[in-house]
């Protein structure tokens, strides 16, 4: 029922496991929303594939070219748990971005993909450009067709080491992506960093460089989610971001550092 629930919303991917299966690194993210995690029995895990086919050209991360995602989660959210409710008969509470549990590892045991070493979940349509959303209910796992006392264990990547040896992270000055999303003056080191790897925003090195996501890459397997096809800024300029009202800025997922860090990454670029 969640399955075909949630394919109204363009999930292709989605299951269930025992909440009791989840590792849960942080109950407060449940409790600060009223939940009693000892109520909490089930993960309903999905994923919101993001990718259209310009991955190989523009200066910010494939994630953050359409509208910021939160928005998409906010209307799923907001439309999909009434209707989950209704047809199970209990409270879903909607997660993504800021989760309770290790998303990928709980994907990865409700079947949704392999846990890459690149920390990301491995979808076999989608590669790794795929986002994890999630529910957490107090509807049993039997609700969901899951058998408590089955085995339930996560799938792993083969291991090739190419997003490694990809990543940049070796030449010392941490994450780009975190690089990217610094706030405040940087390194002369760091403007060289961002501007050899040419991102002003984010990384897609180890997602990009993992054989399963070139395979869908290759395969042609774009999102069929409106959302993340429309509107879309593949390369993005300073004056692009100055003529934004603070509205329209809003709508980007490059906004939430504010205008002065992504103005700060595209000057690097002279852009
Ligand atoms: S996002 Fe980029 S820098 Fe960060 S771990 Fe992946 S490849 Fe390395
Ligand atoms: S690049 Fe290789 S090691 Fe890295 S996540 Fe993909 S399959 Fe695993």
């Known amino acids: 029922m969640f399955r075909e629930i ?10 269930a496991v025992p909440f009791s299966e989840c590792r849960v690194f942080a109950e407060d993210i449940i409790t600060r929303r009223g939940i009693d995690v000892a109520n909490v029995k089930t993960a309903v895990l999905f994923l919101v594939p993001y ?6 050209e523009g200066n ?9 995602y939160h928005l998409f989660f906010e209307k799923l959210y907001a439309e999909a748990a009434p209707m989950l409710e209704k047809a199970y008969g209990a409270p879903f509470y909607g997660f993504a971005d800021k989760s309770a549990i290790a998303e990928v590892h709980a994907a990865s045991l409700a079947g949704l993909g392999k846990t890459g070493d690149s920390g990301l979940i491995i979808n076999e349509k989608y590669g790794s450009f795929v986002f994890i959303g999630e529910f957490l209910t107090t509807a049993a796992p039997s609700a969901f067709g899951i058998d408590e006392n089955s085995p339930f ?9 190419a997003c490694k040896k990809a990543c940049p992270m070796s030449e010392g000055l941490g994450c780009l992506s975190f690089v990217t999303q ?9 403007r060289d960093f961002i501007l050899r790897h040419g991102s002003a925003w984010g990384c897609d090195i180890c997602a990009a460089a993992c ?8 395969a042609g397997n774009v999102t069929p989610i409106e959302f993340f096809k429309t509107d879309r800024i593949v390369h993005l300029t300073a004056a692009q971001v100055e003529a934004m009202d603070k509205a329209t800025f809003r ?19 002279g852009e």
């Open 6 to 15: 949630l394919s109204g919303f363009g999930v292709e991917f989605a299951g």
């Open 51 to 56: 990718y259209v086919a310009d991955a190989e």
């Open 60 to 68: 910010i991360s494939v994630y953050a070219r359409a509208h910021d």
């Open 153 to 161: 264990e996560p799938s792993y990547c083969n291991h090739c080491g």
């Open 182 to 190: 610094k706030k405040g003056e940087l390194t002369a080191e760091e």
């Open 211 to 218: 054989p399963y996501t070139k395979k869908a890459v290759a």
């Open 251 to 269: 709508e980007r997922a490059f906004a939430w550092r504010g205008k002065k860090t992504i103005l700060r990454n595209l000057e690097i670029f």
